[in-house]
């Protein structure tokens, strides 16, 4: 007979708001309302303080939506859709990501430009 001790047991890793934050390099409140918007396919636990906790299957979940909202250029009701039907065709083309650059990226471009013609105005 095997007496098992505490130790031998090996859980699911569970983890708090902020370590997930950091993982998915998502603020919280983003989290926080995510977790609202998609709670159809996002159920978080929570501890007995009301404390958030997050298994790998959360984590993995708030990636694919990240990737739908993000990537794929999805709206909110647009994802849920998607999420509701895994195996449906995509909304947007394969292509959406092209077709729509990111705004931080062109504005950060946009703003190296205006810089570059700033400095060879002054220089003339």
């Known amino acids: 007979m ?6 031998s047991i ?8 902020g370590d997930v934050s950091k993982i998915c390099d998502i603020p919280t409140h983003t989290i926080r309302f ?4 998609f709670c159809d396919f996002l ?13 790998d299957a959360d984590i993995a979940q708030i990636e694919n939506i990240k990737k739908l909202l993000y990537v794929e250029r999805y709206s909110i009701q647009g994802a849920k859709r998607v999420l509701a039907a895994p195996n449906a065709v995509p909304f947007s083309s394969p292509n959406a990501q092209t077709k729509f650059p990111d705004t931080r990226q062109l504005a950060f ?6 810089q570059e013609q700033l400095t060879k105005a002054q220089c003339a």
Do not use: C, F
């Open 109 to 114: 471009q946009i703003a190296q430009v205006i």
């Open 43 to 55: 159920s978080v636990s929570r501890t007995i303080g009301k404390q958030r906790r997050y298994t």
């Open 34 to 37: 995510w977790e609202k918007e």
């Open 2 to 7: 095997t007496i098992l001790n505490s130790h």
């Open 10 to 17: 090996k859980e699911d890793p569970l983890y708090g708001i």
